[in-house]
């Protein structure tokens, strides 16, 4: 594997059909998910993150499918802690400044995967600049894997475990006002496994 030439020890990345074989990964529960609809909710949210003072972080974008076709996008933007995750839907206008504070907030670290694309968006669509954001797939270059590791790759590894991610529900349409349990599952566990990936890197938790 080229991910070994600069550093023999350094296990190579599974492929899709080794992790296909690996047990499933464990995700949070609906219970320890909360879908944010009030500025209150908002507010209890942030002052939880910041205690923690590290989250998972992603967003999710309704997809584009159309050639010259401009993203709208984040419509969803999630935060996870060891224990819980809270997806904000950017529709609710009330709660975006709470949204914005949070991520340009260089008190809360915010962890995640191939967030380059994620952070375009966010400038675009809410003014900020992110602070104190950190993508574990330059944590794996560092450590001599020549291609993007990702989510899916990253668990395999750390865990020896299988994360699963719905194709459906990642081209789905996150601009919707009502998420799907899929959606909403999908979207808590993306930010909740990077922590988790995080903390087995860097020996968190």
């Known amino acids: 594997m080229n991910e070994r030439r600069n550093n023999p020890?350094?296990?190579?990345?599974?492929?899709?059909?080794?992790?296909?074989?690996?047990?499933?990964?464990?995700t949070l529960t609906a219970a320890n998910v909360v879908?944010?609809?009030?500025?209150?909710?908002?507010e209890c949210a942030a002052a939880t993150l910041l205690a923690a003072g590290i989250a998972g972080?992603?967003?999710e974008s309704k997809p584009t499918f159309a050639k010259n076709e401009v993203s709208g996008g984040p419509h969803v933007v999630q935060f996870a802690?060891?224990?819980?995750?809270?997806?904000?839907?950017?529709?609710?206008?009330?709660?975006n400044p709470v949204v914005a504070a949070l991520i340009a907030s260089t008190e809360l670290r915010k962890?995640?995967?191939g967030l380059s694309g994620d952070l375009t968006l966010i400038r675009n669509r809410l003014n900020i600049e992110p602070k104190a954001v950190f993508d574990i797939d330059d944590e794996f270059r560092r450590r001599g894997y020549r291609r993007s590791v990702g989510v899916k790759a990253?668990?395999?590894?750390?865990?020896?475990r299988r994360f699963v991610k719905s194709r459906k529900a990642t081209t789905s349409n996150w601009a919707n006002r009502q998420l799907t349990e899929a959606q909403i599952?999908?979207?808590?566990?993306d930010a909740w496994?990077?922590?988790?990936?995080?903390?087995?890197?860097?020996g968190g938790g």
């Open 9 to 26: 020890a350094l296990p190579p990345l599974p492929e899709r059909e080794q992790i296909a074989l690996l047990d499933s990964f464990e």
């Open 35 to 42: 879908v944010v609809s009030t500025l209150q909710e908002a």
């Open 57 to 59: 972080f992603d967003t």
């Open 81 to 95: 802690t060891r224990d819980a995750a809270w997806l904000f839907q950017l529709h609710r206008t009330e709660c």
């Open 111 to 113: 962890v995640g995967f």
């Open 154 to 160: 990253a668990v395999a590894l750390v865990f020896g």
């Open 185 to 189: 599952r999908y979207a808590a566990n």
């Open 193 to 202: 496994a990077s922590i988790r990936v995080y903390d087995a890197l860097f």
